[in-house]
Structure formats: structure tokens, C-alpha cells
């Protein structure tokens, strides 16, 4: 029996009747699913890679490269546009579709983690946290009902609960005080939240213990949420256990909802987090290593300043239809690296971002032809290169 039908839901999120969620096809070998899950501003096919605009821009790029690269939604930062430009400035401007000119989807996180990650700067209560702003010193205060008002200033479809992220390593009683304070949070959140056009989902915490990860679970799951999140996982542990406690979590959530695993997105991570049941990633990695050399391909990662790329006439992945390999060679962008010109960062983030995206749906592909797993095998090891 699954767990929505064990328990008694605490709370139905009133964007239900906005957003639906079907799962076409599910792996016979592994928890590998295909779906599709429809939102105000258009279809996701799932399992998806999300690229991430933190400040309202994924760096160095325009909405339309963004479009252009098959990216069908778009992540952004709650935190960062809450401290600048100031979210009741983009609600001003109708939210942040229209404030950054982006018809697709839009999921914010709450803050928490970048809150958290503040560990000098913060003071945890019960009611919620109080900051000072790295940049400048200032005080601030977010509290579930600050953080839902921040999110629905802005205007996304999905929106994160404002959760409390235990470090790693963590001992018990800190896990559990934090996994116990997300779920008191979590209430809140649902009381405070009101806009019927945005989905809020719960996010599993608990760090790295067995019996924290299912009572987490099973918590968040009284709630008849649009979707749900795995939170607390690629904090600095080791991938083997990572791996294990989304292989614990994932299958314990509602099978009938998009499942979103936070923070990840190299290549071997959507092989590896899709294998165990998730639907949705997302990760500032490619536009990161985009910024310092970095491309992906089939046959792992590489690096635009090596030498072995100086009179290259290849794009940079044979095959890839992205515009920096329909336009430009390796030894072209590399010659734009070496000589400071920014529009290489921007080539290739173009294509790291469309090779994920790709890669997501060449993963649902291979989901919907029941060959998931030898796909998984063909790749995988290349991707650790």
C-alpha cells in the first residue's frame, strides 16, 4: 500500500487543479520513469534537466539562447532576487515571466539552503531565520510565511517549503532536530501559501540517517502536494551515499508525482538519480564549468584550453546540433578563451546546457523503449572519466 494511502492528508495544495502530472512508463529493471507533468506555462517531459538562473539569468546567457537550447523550464533563486533586485519590484512587473521575458516554467527554491549555508552569519529560531546579507551586513528575517510571500511576489509555477538542510556530517540529534523543525515548517508553509497558479512541494530531509529519510518520507507525504522534493543530499557527501539514501528515499514519495531531486546534474548524476526514480534535476555546474573551460560529451568531460584543441576543425561534440557546434570549431573557441572573450563562456554554456537537456530526453527515450538500463551501461562509465 502506498503511503498517500496509509495516511490521512493534512493539506490539499490549492494548485491542484492547475497542474496534473502522468506517468507513462515506468522501467521494468530499474525505478526509471517517463512522464509528463503540465503546469501554467506549459509541458514538461520528465525526466527533465533544469538549467538554473539564480539572479532571474542563467550567467552569460539571453532567454531566447536559453529557449533555444530546448530548456523547457527554468530554475531561479528566491533568496538572491529577494536581496536583489527585490521581489515586490518584480511582482511590480508582473512576476518573474515577465520580468525576464521567459514564457516557460519557472521553479524558485525557498532560500533555505543558501540561508543555511550561512552558518556564521544566521541564527535559527523556531519562528525562522535571521541573516545578514554577505555583501553588505544587513539584517533580515525569513521566516515559512516570509518565504511564501517571497515566492509568490516573484511568481513562479513551482515553489519550494521552506526547509532547514542539515551539513555534512551531521550527528542524530541534529538531523533530527532540523528534519523535525522542516516538517513544523512545512505546516506553515502550506497556511501561508494561497496562489492557485503555483505548486508548492515538500521536501524530504533527515541527512544521512535511514530511519530519519522514511519518517521524512512519510511526513511530507500526508500532504496532497503537486510534487515533492529530496532534499539534503549533494552537500558534500560522497557519491555512494548519495546514492543510497535517493535509492532509499525517491520510491517512498507518491508514484503518481514529479519527484525532484535538488542540487544535481552532472551527466552520471541524472543517469544515476533517474535509475532510482527521479524525474526532475537541476544544477549550476554547466554553466560553471562552462566559465572555466569545461564542455560535456559523450565520452566525458574536457577542456577547451588544451593544446590538442589549437587547430581543431571539429564542433565541440560531433553530431550535437547546438548552436556552438552548428557555428564554431574547438579551435575557434578556444582561440576566443585564450583570448579573454567572454563569448566563449557563452558558447560553451550553450552547449553544456543543451547536451544535458538532450541527455535528459535521450534518458526518457530510452525509458519509453524499455532499454533504460543498457543505455545506463553503454554511458555511464565514460561520464566518470
Known amino acids: ?180 523543525r522542516t516538517h513544523r515548517w512545512l505546516e506553515r508553509c502550506f497556511k501561508a501559501k494561497t496562489n492557485p497558479k503555483q505548486a508548492l512541494f515538500p521536501i524530504v530531509q533527515g541527512a544521512f540517517y535511514d530511519d530519519l529519510r522514511r519518517e521524512s518520507a512519510a511526513e511530507i507525504s500526508k500532504y496532497d502536494a503537486v510534487g515533492y522534493a529530496i532534499g539534503g543530499v549533494s552537500v558534500g557527501e560522497p557519491a555512494d551515499i548519495k546514492n543510497y539514501f535517493v535509492e532509499l528515499t525517491a520510491p517512498l514519495l507518491p508514484k503518481n508525482k514529479p519527484r525532484y531531486l535538488m542540487g544535481v546534474g552532472t551527466p552520471e548524476d541524472l543517469l544515476d538519480g533517474i535509475k532510482r526514480g527521479v524525474d526532475m534535476f537541476d544544477c549550476v555546474l554547466p554553466t560553471r564549468n562552462a566559465r572555466h573551460g569545461s564542455f560535456f560529451t559523450w565520452e566525458g568531460k574536457k577542456n577547451i584550453k588544451n593544446k590538442q584543441f589549437e587547430d581543431d576543425t571539429g564542433p565541440l561534440v560531433e553530431g550535437c546540433n547546438c548552436f556552438a557546434c552548428r557555428n564554431h570549431s574547438r579551435a575557434y573557441i578556444r582561440h576566443l578563451w585564450r583570448c579573454g572573450e567572454s563569448t566563449a563562456a557563452t558558447l560553451l554554456s550553450i552547449h553544456n546546457i543543451q547536451f544535458l537537456v538532450e541527455f535528459s530526453q535521450a534518458c526518457r527515450q530510452a525509458i519509453l523503449e524499455d532499454r533504460f538500463e543498457e543505455f545506463y551501461d553503454k554511458h555511464y562509465e565514460k561520464f566518470l572519466n
Not at 546567457?61 to 527554468?74: F, R, V, W, Y
Not at 543558501?114 to 546579507?133: A, M, W, Y
Request: neutral net charge.
Open 1 to 180: 500500500m502506498s503511503i498517500e494511502s496509509e495516511k490521512e492528508c493534512k493539506a490539499v495544495d490549492c494548485a491542484k487543479e492547475n497542474f496534473s502530472f502522468d506517468l507513462l512508463h515506468k522501467s521494468k529493471k530499474s525505478q526509471a520513469r517517463a512522464g509528463l507533468f503540465k503546469t501554467p506555462h506549459g509541458e514538461i517531459k520528465t525526466p527533465i534537466f533544469m538549467p538554473v538562473g539564480t539572479n532571474s539569468a542563467v550567467k552569460t546567457l539571453t532567454s531566447d539562447q536559453i529557449k533555444n537550447t530546448g530548456a523547457q523550464i527554468m530554475l531561479s533563486n528566491s533568496y538572491h532576487l529577494y536581496l536583489r533586485a527585490g521581489t515586490k519590484r518584480i511582482k511590480a512587473f508582473g512576476g518573474i515571466h515577465n520580468w525576464m521575458n521567459w514564457d516557460r516554467p519557472v521553479l524558485t527554491d525557498s532560500g533555505g539552503f543558501q540561508v543555511f549555508s550561512l552558518s556564521h552569519l544566521r541564527k535559527i529560531t523556531e519562528d525562522g531565520v535571521e541573516f545578514r546579507d554577505p555583501k553588505d551586513g544587513k539584517k533580515h528575517f525569513i521566516s515559512p510565511e516570509v518565504s511564501m510571500e517571497i515566492q509568490q511576489d516573484i511568481g513562479a509555477d513551482i515553489i519550494m517549503a521552506f526547509d532547514e538542510c542539515a551539513p555534512y556530517p551531521c550527528d542524530y540529534e541534529q538531523a533530527k532536530a532540523a528534519m523535525e
